[in-house]
């Protein structure tokens, strides 16, 4: 088994800053692709952005891009997600997420979920 414990998140105003943790213990390779996820209320849970294995791919939603920054620390198994210029539509619960595959990753069906946290932008 693989476990992600999620950290950060948290209630900020329109166009400030914030930054995601997730850290990997358990069954978990270094080289496995690491991404997140969030999921808005009455909406399903979308992509936001993904880091392959070895850190050279890079995936990010449009909604992310030139926004978000998504990183890995391979020594401390944790991948990071840089929010800058937060937005209300922003507002959601963010999930971190890996798995064998990057295929399994990207299209949504990673094996292994973190627990989630709330990220809360006003206007």
């Known amino acids: 088994q693989v476990q992600l414990s999620q950290s950060g998140g948290g209630l900020v105003q329109d166009g400030d800053s914030l930054r995601l943790s997730c850290a990997a213990s358990g069954r978990y390779f270094v080289n496995f692709p690491m991404g997140w996820f969030r999921q808005a209320p009455g909406k399903e849970r979308e992509f936001v952005a993904a880091?392959?294995?070895?850190?050279?791919?890079?995936e990010y939603a449009d909604s992310a891009k030139g926004r978000f920054t998504i990183s890995k620390n391979k020594a401390a198994n944790t991948v990071y997600l840089q929010m800058n210029f937060l937005k209300p539509e922003d507002t959601a619960v963010y999930f971190c997420a890996t798995d064998r595959t990057y295929a399994a990753l990207v299209g949504g069906t990673p094996a292994y979920w973190g627990q989630g946290t709330q990220v809360t932008v006003s206007s």
């Open positions: 880091i392959g294995g070895l850190g050279r791919t890079i």
